[in-house]
């Protein structure tokens, strides 16, 4: 049972990198592994069969190198690779548009093609949602690979994400925007369901050799051999959840390993960082590891930080086979980038799908150019707004209407902190110029007058980087539920119908799901009275921090560094603290939620509308809030007492 879970590391030894040496051995296979080699070896955390999942690819244009390793030295059950996004399915969508032969992710050939035989050799299977908007030619193109290296390979697809064909029976039904509450766009240009991973399963129980998935929610990837391998149910909603966990902290490959940690200058080898591994077993217990001998980092800090990645509510991280709670997970740092994972818990899963549809919304340009010398941000800002000024009256000449959008940012003169900028006079600074209209044409123009500023206004402009900017389409997200029982998904193996599943898992009521928990400052008033002193912290002394998106809005997660640390975190960091922060890159519509996960004691917060729209909907320098984590590192903390030693 799951009292029994272990916890072999306490949290007073904080985040620190595990020590080195250990060395666990294991048998080669190409099945399971039944027990560990020896007395102490980290397997023997687990119980029983595990399965060693290893994941290539966190978004598409990772590395090459990731397969290879993986496949020479992960030691592997299964392969799995995630390449998309929601911007991804829009590209995919334009390409097949212009060749029937394009619409999936030629990086999944690529990185197979090498270890190819290998992987057929080892028995190792392959799951990845390279199929984007055409999973057909996706799998025909394996094939023909496979064959001319001489592999037989049997390839499955999971096809039923792809909601274009459905689109007046979707407009029927009257579907709301999910945050906004807004009508759907009379004209879409791609709209896909987020599927499970019990159709991943279903194809792997059939016998194929490779999966391939277009939509489908990331952690499926994984998820969906665990059920296959262990048998589990869709009622087993906790291990479910830990299978989706599992997932999860793999889906963007090295995030998990040392990539993008707080404590970068702690990890060493970035040039051959190891990536990802889970070693799960039956009952839900896993380790997070990476192959031996390769640069990176597994330890308690790499794992939070991918494990507060972009989950909004950890109390109900919804996903189509289950409902997760992560706020009491438990990590174990063990020896040897070893961390053993805890303490997840599962309900039952909506009755709808999430559906991710885009639309079109105007054209945009970003143009970016080097200024160099005295008042470099002052002489940026003084030509941005020359620049849109003359395009403006030039509009106007030519009868067509005003940007719907501007944006002028002085990378180098800190504009992203706002008024907790420290570097007001910079030397040299780089010209950022964002702009939106609802014609072509007048970007275009746009385009043409950036050159110009080189010859006609301020000294010490270099170059136009990339030369002059291109116009392209403006991609909005719209998301929205879509009924279960409306979706059948195919399961094709080589090419013919093998499968056709409906409702899967069944539909369970919405009511059945945990409601969402407290959002504001829950907890600040009710914690005890705090000691006060003279010190002051910046945030990052005191805690670990990673940020995100979803959509438009933003997800920061912050770890504390001990958990004696948390209630000073939780008192300094309220909602109304944060939301002064960032005000500045705050819209009217902005709400800022905080939600607490005392298992590996972290604040995890959602800031909603806080990207200019997100994804390529976004002329800002940060349209998917990476840099929001580092910006609140410098939050400081006051009157504290002396807390580090």
């Known amino acids: 049972g799951r009292g029994q879970l272990c916890e072999l590391a306490m949290w007073s030894l904080g985040f620190r990198a595990a020590g080195r040496g250990f060395r666990a051995c294991r048998a080669s296979r190409r099945g399971l592994s039944s027990s560990p080699c020896r007395p102490g070896a980290v397997e023997s955390s687990l119980r029983g069969e595990t399965v060693r999942i290893g994941c290539a690819s966190g978004f598409w244009g990772d590395t090459s190198v990731a397969a290879p390793q993986l496949v020479h030295h992960g030691n592997l059950d299964f392969l799995v690779a ?154 087993d909603f906790d291990l479910l959840a830990a299978g989706s966990l599992a997932g999860h902290l793999i889906e963007c490959g090295a995030q998990v390993t040392g990539g993008v940690l707080t404590d970068w200058e702690e990890v060493t080898g970035w040039e051959n960082i190891g990536f990802p591994i889970v070693e799960c077993d039956s009952q839900g217990l896993f380790l997070v590891t990476k192959p031996e001998n390769t640069g990176g980092l597994v330890s308690k800090a790499t794992v939070a930080e991918q494990l507060v990645y972009e989950i909004g509510d950890p109390h109900r991280y919804l996903l189509p086979d289950v409902s997760c709670d992560f706020s009491h997970v438990k990590l174990s740092d063990l020896k040897d980038d070893h961390v053993l994972v805890s303490g997840v818990t599962g309900a039952a899963p909506p009755n709808s799908y999430k559906v991710s549809a885009t639309y079109a919304d105007g054209y945009r340009a970003i143009s970016i150019s080097p200024i160099v010398g005295p008042k470099a941000a002052k002489k940026a800002h003084k030509t941005a707004e020359a620049i849109i000024n003359r395009t403006r009256a030039i509009f106007k000449h030519l009868g067509l209407p005003d940007y719907t959008e501007t944006y002028i940012h002085a990378l180098g003169s800190e504009a992203s902190y706002g008024p907790a900028s420290c570097c007001p006079a910079p030397r040299e600074v780089a010209l950022w110029m964002g702009v939106r209209h609802s014609s072509k044409k007048a970007l275009e123009i746009f385009s043409r007058e950036i050159a110009p500023a080189g010859t006609g206004m301020a000294p010490g402009q270099t170059t136009l980087v990339g030369g002059r900017p291109r116009v392209s389409p403006v991609l909005r997200l719209f998301s929205f539920l879509y009924p279960k029982e409306h979706l059948p998904i195919e399961v094709h193996l080589n090419g013919e119908l093998a499968k056709t599943l409906t409702s899967l898992p069944p539909p369970a009521p919405d009511s059945a799901a945990p409601q969402p928990q407290g959002t504001g400052d829950a907890g600040s008033q009710n914690q005890p009275q705090l000691d006060t002193g003279s010190h002051s912290y910046r945030l990052e002394q005191l805690a670990l921090l990673r940020s995100g998106d979803k959509g438009d809005s933003a997800n920061i997660g912050v770890i504390a560094r001990d958990p004696a640390y948390l209630p000073y975190l939780r008192k300094a960091l309220t909602t109304e603290a944060v939301t002064d922060y960032f005000a500045h890159l705050l819209s009217e519509s902005s709400t800022v939620e905080r939600y607490e996960l005392p298992g590996i004691a972290a604040l995890n917060f959602v800031l909603k509308h806080s990207l200019g729209g997100g994804g390529v909907a976004s002329i800002r320098i940060d349209p998917q809030g990476k840099a929001y984590a580092q910006m609140l590192a410098d939050f400081e903390l006051k009157n504290v007492p002396r807390l580090i030693n």
């Open 82 to 235: 995630d390449y998309l996004s929601e911007i991804t399915m829009s590209l995919l969508t334009a390409a097949k548009q212009k060749s029937p032969d394009f619409g999936y992710t030629p990086d999944f050939l690529q990185s197979l093609k090498p270890v190819l035989k290998e992987i057929k050799q080892k028995g190792i299977r392959v799951v990845a949602n390279a199929g984007g908007v055409n999973l057909q030619a996706c799998a025909q193109a394996l094939r023909k690979l496979a064959a001319d290296e001489g592999v037989q390979l049997s390839v499955a697809t999971v096809t039923g994400d792809d909601l274009m064909n459905k689109l007046q029976d979707i407009q029927a039904l009257g579907v709301k925007e999910m945050d906004s509450g807004f009508p759907l766009p009379p004209a879409l240009y791609s709209m896909n369901a987020y599927l499970g991973a019990f159709p991943i399963a279903e194809a792997l129980n059939l016998g194929a050799d490779v999966v391939v998935t277009g939509r489908c929610v990331d952690s499926a990837l994984a998820l969906g051999p665990l059920i296959h391998q262990f048998g589990w149910k869709n009622t």
